[in-house]
């Protein structure tokens, strides 16, 4: 079946612009997580929603950073205003559920994200 | 802070010998931990699990061992084929009521030489 998807892949910003990353999750999958990856480096945990309801929100760096999964499916991440320290590659992941074997996360191919 | 770690961050081996990955952490409130392989531009694809309970479980040419006493994680494959050359991350999740999140390490760069 289809896994996790997201779109844009690659994304070129002007520092202060914003932007918007988009994630389809796999169909019936109830979690859903976002990660940073920085170069060479393993990926850092933004944020996590259980259907539509945003349950941690611990990660995100700083208020520019806002997510959103209004049905319980899609999940858009934004980030307003981009600096340069932004640019890092954007992964989604989504899971059946939350514990037991439903916790396993898929990882979609994330969106590269370059500010400049 | 508490964080995963990895012993080694590049691995060279010769097609068809054994490879392992390992891996320290250090979160004693962790229960569950994962192996993910990622290839460049690609995101990180599962392979293999364990819980806190277990001290071994095998996959399909992988093998992962936990030693819980000195919080040390491993990935074995077996018959290492140059298709097995990527980014291995070990990652953990703790025993938490409400923390859903994985934890990940640095990541070792596994090259298989013809």
């Known amino acids: 079946g289809a896994g996790v998807s997201q779109s844009p892949r690659y994304k070129v910003a002007k520092r202060g612009q914003d932007v918007a990353l988009r994630c389809d999750p796999i169909s019936g999958h109830v979690s859903l997580f976002w990660y940073q990856q920085a170069l060479g480096q393993g990926p850092e945990f933004l944020t996590y929603f259980q259907n539509e309801a945003q349950l941690d929100k611990s990660g995100l760096p700083s208020d520019r950073f806002f997510a959103e999964r209004p049905e319980g499916s899609v999940s858009t991440l934004k980030i307003q205003r981009t600096q340069q320290e932004d640019s890092a590659v954007y992964l989604c992941?989504?899971?059946?559920?939350?514990?037991?074997?439903?916790?396993?996360?898929?990882f979609g191919p994330g969106t590269r994200l370059l500010v400049l | 802070g508490e964080s995963v770690g990895l012993h080694l961050p590049t691995l060279s081996v010769q097609e068809g010998d054994n490879s392992i990955i390992n891996c320290a952490y250090s979160?004693?409130?962790?229960?569950?931990f994962i192996w993910y392989k990622q290839e460049s531009g690609k995101g990180p694809q599962f392979i293999i699990d364990i819980r806190s309970n277990m001290d071994k479980r095998q996959g399909q040419r992988v093998t992962v061992l936990l030693n819980k006493t000195v919080k040390h994680l491993s990935l074995q494959i077996a018959a290492t084929q140059p298709g097995d050359s990527a980014v291995y991350f070990c990652a953990e999740k703790e025993r938490s009521g409400s923390a859903r999140q994985l934890t990940f390490g640095s990541g070792t760069q596994l090259t298989v030489l013809p």
């Open positions: 992941a989504s899971s059946l559920g939350t514990s037991g074997r439903k916790e396993t996360q898929y």
């Open positions: 979160n004693s409130a962790s229960d569950y």
